[in-house]
């Protein structure tokens, strides 16, 4: 069964940092770029960032550009977003999300992220 | 990086067919045929039911078609049943500098 699991989110002050994970299971991790989405309370989707399958190639929104940092371990099918200088803007449920070559085909069930 | 462009809402009966459109630039919707739809249901993760513009991931009820017309993308629904009642949301590569990805702004659908 293809999987993917978030782990991470806190409540953490504005100008924190925080670290999320993403464990992916039952596909070739290394085949695949991968992305990160997230979503605020009662709000739309909203593309963050994502990562090539080699990790050689990084994209952000402009939102978060300069202060997330998208990157991945292969070894560990591990996918990772580093959430620095946050703003209570950034309070969203974060999902990492599988690249099918032109879209998102598998989802997280997300991890919930609380800057206040 | 502004959203692609949908209604809030759309509502039908039971049986009817109701259609979302999804409004974006030369540079993302008309530029490629990456268009695709995914539907939320609350509390839930996005279920993609439509990609790039027409095609259908194994599993998808057919009733679930999509199109697109210059830099607009259509989604239809047809024979809408009450478990189609969720958000729907589009998407689709943007062609920017940086190349980006970009989601609609949503549509909530509601079977009367």
């Known amino acids: 069964e293809v999987r993917l699991v978030e782990s991470g989110g806190l409540v953490v002050q504005p100008g924190g940092s925080l670290r999320l994970s993403c464990a992916a299971s039952g596909f070739t991790f290394e085949d695949h770029t991968m992305h990160w989405v997230r979503q605020a309370p009662g709000k739309g989707l909203e593309w963050v960032s994502l990562?090539?399958?080699?990790?050689?190639?990084?994209y952000y929104a402009d939102s978060v550009r300069g202060r997330f940092t998208i990157s991945r371990d292969n070894s560990k099918n591990s996918l990772y977003l580093q959430m620095n200088s946050l703003r209570s803007e950034d309070t969203a449920l974060y999902y990492c999300?599988?690249?099918?070559?032109?879209?998102?085909?598998?989802w997280g069930t997300g991890t919930t992220v609380t800057v206040s | 990086q502004s959203a692609l462009t949908q209604p809030a809402s759309v509502s039908g009966s039971p049986g009817q067919s109701i259609t979302i459109s999804c409004t974006g630039t030369s540079s993302d919707v008309g530029g490629y045929n990456y268009v695709c739809w995914f539907q939320q249901h609350p509390g839930k993760a996005p279920k993609v039911i439509i990609y790039d513009v027409t095609d259908r991931p194994s599993g998808v009820s057919s009733r679930f078609s999509g199109s697109k017309s210059g830099n607009t993308a259509s989604l239809t629904i047809s024979g809408l049943q009450t478990e189609d009642e969720a958000d729907y949301y589009c998407s689709s590569f943007r062609n920017s500098s940086p190349p980006s990805y970009v989601f609609g702004t949503g549509t909530k659908v509601t079977v009367l």
């Open positions: 999300a599988k690249s099918a070559i032109n879209y998102l085909d598998v």
């Open positions: 990562v090539s399958w080699d990790g050689s190639s990084t």
